[in-house]
């Protein structure tokens, strides 16, 4: 077998275990644990006046109850501010457990420890607290009146004001020939994984030690969490992301106040103790994203290009703000996409609502940012009469103009200087693919026979591969395996594939002997996490360095022991060998061996490596000065800062004239993430990507009333997409390196979600010429817009 | 008060004492540790726990282990041959990337085992409608749906 596996799409190392039941899932692990439940506040916003847990006490297999109240020094104290930021003046978070005041349906109050999952919600129901209501603060412009507060010491409800600005915006778009102005609304909407949250902990008495599993995209810093809460030396804290079904962003956030409580408790009782989410604790306690209202006002030219854009945005974050103001960065950051636009200002506005928090869900900003910047396209091609196509092109950074400043600060606290890309060519692609230029005659000859079809076109540049860093640790042990771990987590996105294609190639093995551990503090202890479409950039390239110290200390080894020049050798299968001379070689596994100096043999293998059996000179010592035993390495990647992916897609819908029905006739992808190390994995993140984004577009909402009860917590009325809903993905690359890292990866997981609103909506547009402003737009909500129209123009008419 | 349960799980005979609001799937999961049966909703619309029962696929978190007595179940466990070697709509999976996350996968795996018994030859649309009644968060369907017919070929090249 050939050991160059970069690039291949080879099948995934992890499916056979995944495929015959044999996954080990959070809820999976510790079948003899206590289970946890917890009482949730059934309110929006509410004073606690009273808990009342004697109910509780006679329920049998109960163990604990926990309020605020039993909760001990840092246990108690508020969960952290993961990132702080300038602009987020009034940032505030939740305690693990409420103290005082609710400010969302579904905030912790009661903690319930019993025998099984079942005994605790039996618990849990007969636990009384008296809540006196408070006025609730619903929706982003309630929000923004301010009637009311959410946090009685955060004045107007907001919590940020950011600002991103280059040029000066008002006087360009005072000269420009050019000026529109309008709103755009988007709806709130959810990660969803289909597995939800959960902790499982065991604390060892003997040992003083904690393991703790959590269903995390970010075991390292819930580590670090925990021992910090918990008071434990971070060494005595074990962390362990099991297999995990699915993350998106919401796993991102920690320590949820579940993965302080259940550690902290399985200590107290010397007992192990999980806690599994159930879906409409997920729905009312995780978190969700996109919520923003959208005013633009947009100069330009009579090509189209844009002079000056004037974005004020009011974005919804919730009750807390963990997460700080990373949703609201990346908006106003990203918002301008492959374009280099005159001046241009962005004011984001972060406020609290009594909702559930707001943090990133795959896009995270990037949607509302994109949406914003495509309508404005669409908008000027349509007041210009010009084609959408071309207005886009009139803006493109070119491929000569890279790097591009955009002078602004990313989310990573670095300049938005994009590294590399080639938007000329991914608009070709695109218009290619879904046949742009002649759509003009398909949607006359469809509407001659009474259909409405209409094509879309969205483009974006996503920032990818944030640092501060990743690390990669390989080590070929004496059997000829090869041991890769990487600190970051995986939740499906095939990395103990994509990183052992990585190493194998490097190393010049075979990939069956190459195994990848993730996000297990056990083996690697410093990472930052899964997320902003970081892992292949981050881990990869990491691993890819830490694999070459191995090669090179593999060769020296080797040289010594075949008495060649280690520049003559290469690694083939797993064999150095001197080139052009097979008979000359040596396997990796004896060189393990020998990288490792013994005074006791095991095996006969290891009888090689002896004091007796070894030679060398006896003036040096058996590790040379600087040198390690072992044939292992590790390194780190940490970039300057993010490489930006980018990408197009194009959509043909039909929209129903009699019920407003849309149905999506095509869907094409053309994306460029650099070199691609699996395609079959990139494009598979890309099906799922868009799919996410057709959620978002045409399904999912957050159903809110006005008293902040989440009226469609459930999947029977969260419309989360089945096989029907989603078209077949047509997709084409485009491979721009990127000059940053040392494999000119750039990241691919959130690509496909991005600019799905925005094509989709220029899509019906298109098909209705019906100005759209609003995403998700139902079916209902489309045959409002299009009779409202037809009696305007009836009214006209008359 | 408990009840004793027995019942053929992947062609073992196994019993069980659970209360009688126990969920088959909890019994499965728990009592059992069968835990390759997931629940991604418990309230009968995501397909992660369908299981099948008597051959017919079942939303295991809709039942409760009593009324499953008696019958026989199969899981994802019991899908690939005694040998361990993976079934065909295992392999199909594997072969066209018909997962990502694996979470919703044994749900999708028995539905599908069930329709290609019924249906050896689906059409495009016979597939959708099949699988209709499970959710995936990460694959967005179209390498499921691929997957489905490859699993027929598959099946059609080993009949």
Known sequence: MSTRMFGEPIPRREDPRLLTGQGRYLDDLGRDALAAAFVRSPHAHARIIDIDVAGALDVEGLVAVYTWEDLPGRVGEPLPLLIPHPSLTHGRTAYPLARDVVRHVGEPVVMVVARDRYLAEDAAGMIRVEYEPLPPVVGIENAARADHLVHDDVPGNVGAVLLQETGDVAAAIEHAPHVLEFRLDIERSASTPLEGRGVYARWDADDESLRVYSSTQASTSVRAAIAARLGLPPGKVEVIAPDVGGGFGVKIVHPWPEEVLVPWAARLLGRELKWAEDRREHFVSAAHERGQVQHVKVGFDGAGRVLGLDVRILHDHGAYTPYGVIIPIVTSTQLLGPYKIGAYRAEVTSLYTNTVIVTPYRGAGRPQGVFCMERTMDRIADHLGLDRAEVREANFIGPDEFPYDQGLTFQDGRPLIYDSGDYPELLRKIKELIGWDGFAGVRSAAAAKGRRIGIGLGCYVEGTGVGPYEGGHVEIDSTGRVNVSTGLTSQGQGHQTVFAQIAATELGVPIEDVHVTTGDTRRFGYAVGTFASRAAVMSGNAIALASRKVREKALRIAAEALEADPRDLDITDGVVHVKGDPGSAIPLRTVAVLSNPLRYAFDEEAARATQFAVGGSPEDPPVASGDEPGLEGKDYYSPVRSTFAAGMHAAVVEIDPDTAEIHILRYAVVHDCGRLINPMVVEGQIHGGVAQGIGGALYERMEYDESGQLLNASFMDFLMPYATEIPRVETDHLETLSPLNPLGIKGAGEAGVIPVSAVIASAIEDATAIPIAKMPLSPAELFHLMSARERMSQRILS | ?159
Do not use: W
Request: proline share 4%; glycine share 10%; aromatic share 4%.
């Open chain 2, 1 to 159: 008060m408990t009840h004793e349960v027995a019942l053929t799980v992947n062609g073992v005979h196994r019993t069980a004492r659970v209360p009688a609001r126990r969920l088959l799937s909890d019994f499965l999961r728990h009592d059992l540790g069968l835990t390759g049966t997931h629940v991604g909703c418990e309230h009968g619309v995501c397909g992660c726990c369908t299981v099948l029962m008597d051959g017919e696929p079942v939303r295991s978190c809709l039942m409760f282990a009593v009324t499953a007595a008696g019958h026989d179940i199969v899981t994802v466990e019991g899908l690939a041959a005694p040998d361990g070697t993976m079934s065909p709509v295992q392999r199909a999976f594997q072969e066209c990337h018909g997962l990502q996350c694996g979470f919703c996968t044994p749900g999708f795996l028995c539905t599908v085992t069930a329709l290609l018994k019924d249906n050896p030859r689906p059409t495009d649309d016979e597939v959708l409608e099949g699988i209709s009644g499970n959710l995936c968060r990460c694959t967005g369907y179209q390498n499921i749906l691929k997957s489905v017919h490859r699993a027929a070929d598959l099946l059609d090249e080993e009949a």
